[in-house]
């Protein structure tokens, strides 16, 4: 760990190097909405909290959350419109149950027309792979040709993803998420899918001025994973810091 990410543990935003300084985002009002948020999720047992009971989606529903280690993100952002008025914004972090969207929710930083066009054909290519792979003997020839094949199309699948995600900041400046990045090894997987980032690219979409956030783990823990239900976390160090820092400039 180097000594920006070491420094950065708990803290609720990230460096920005352009500041040279740390933007926060304070976590306490966020936290006390996050009360309400989680007595709903109690009570109906489901994520699609816009939809009446009679219309909910089984897909939304929290119950498998709770098998160990299912556990997933949420997370709350309070910011004023341009009128002045308070507004929230939820996030779960990466896919819910296989839904990158669900009404209430604030949508994934990249365009999912786009991410779709690529990602399935891609999946498709590195399926057949697989299983052409398991077709074979294991001592065949062509085994260690066909692995290298599928390694190589996973890594430019995932770098072709990541390159649909373009951060924008308060000051309305625009910087790719590969840019945050060492070249060698591109950014985790996953980043970019947090609660953190999917709030504040949706409050600067809909030019909210964000005053509060807080993310919190919902659902079954366990020993290894280091969460535990109803409980806040800061935003990761190794996916979402590197990128905070730029996405909070100008507040
Ligand atoms: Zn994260
Ligand atoms: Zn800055």
């Given at each position: 760990?180097?000594?920006?990410?070491?420094?950065?543990?708990?803290?609720?935003?990230?460096?920005?190097?352009?500041?040279?300084?740390?933007?926060?985002?304070?976590?306490?009002?966020?936290?006390?909405?996050?009360?309400?948020?989680?007595?709903?999720?109690?009570?109906?047992?489901?994520?699609?909290?816009?939809?009446?009971?009679?219309?909910?989606?089984?897909?939304?529903?929290?119950?498998?959350?709770?098998?160990?280690?299912?556990?997933?993100?949420?997370?709350?952002?309070?910011?004023?419109?341009?009128h002045g008025n308070e507004q929230r914004l939820l996030a779960f972090s990466g896919m819910y149950n296989g839904l990158w969207l669900i009404d209430g929710?604030?949508?994934?930083?990249?365009?999912?027309?786009?991410?779709?066009?690529?990602?399935?054909?891609?999946?498709?290519?590195?399926?057949?792979?697989?299983?052409?792979?398991?077709?074979?003997?294991?001592?065949?020839?062509?085994?260690?040709?066909?692995?290298?094949?599928?390694?190589?199309?996973?890594?430019?699948?995932?770098?072709?993803?990541?390159?649909?995600?373009?951060?924008?900041?308060?000051?309305?400046?625009?910087?790719?998420?590969?840019?945050?990045?060492?070249?060698?090894?591109?950014?985790?997987?996953?980043?970019?899918?947090?609660?953190?980032?999917?709030?504040?690219?949706?409050?600067?979409?809909?030019?909210?001025?964000?005053?509060?956030?807080?993310?919190?783990?919902?659902?079954?823990?366990?020993?290894?994973?280091?969460?535990?239900?109803?409980?806040?976390?800061?935003?990761?160090?190794?996916?979402?810091?590197?990128?905070?820092?730029?996405?909070?400039?100008?507040?």
């Open positions: 760990m180097n000594q920006t990410a070491a420094e950065g543990i708990g803290k609720n935003g990230g460096y920005c190097h352009r500041c040279r300084s740390w933007h926060i985002l304070p976590w306490k009002e966020a936290w006390q909405a996050c009360t309400d948020l989680m007595a709903d999720l109690h009570r109906h047992g489901r994520v699609d909290l816009m939809q009446p009971e009679e219309k909910a989606d089984s897909r939304c529903c929290t119950t498998p959350l709770f098998a160990a280690g299912a556990g997933k993100m949420l997370g709350l952002l309070l910011g004023r419109d341009t929710w604030v949508e994934p930083v990249f365009n999912l027309p786009d991410f779709l066009a690529l990602h399935g054909p891609a999946e498709k290519k590195i399926s057949t792979l697989g299983a052409q792979l398991a077709s074979l003997p294991p001592s065949a020839p062509e085994r260690n040709m066909l692995r290298k094949k599928r390694r190589e199309l996973s890594r430019q699948n995932m770098a072709a993803i990541h390159a649909l995600y373009t951060l924008r900041n308060f000051r309305g400046e625009e910087q790719s998420l590969t840019s945050f990045f060492s070249t060698t090894s591109g950014p985790p997987s996953g980043t970019g899918d947090c609660c953190a980032p999917k709030l504040l690219h949706q409050a600067q979409r809909l030019r909210l001025r964000p005053f509060s956030m807080a993310e919190f783990y919902w659902g079954g823990g366990n020993a290894s994973a280091r969460r535990a239900h109803g409980h806040r976390y800061a935003p990761c160090a190794s996916k979402c810091q590197p990128i905070l820092g730029f996405q909070l400039c100008g507040l």
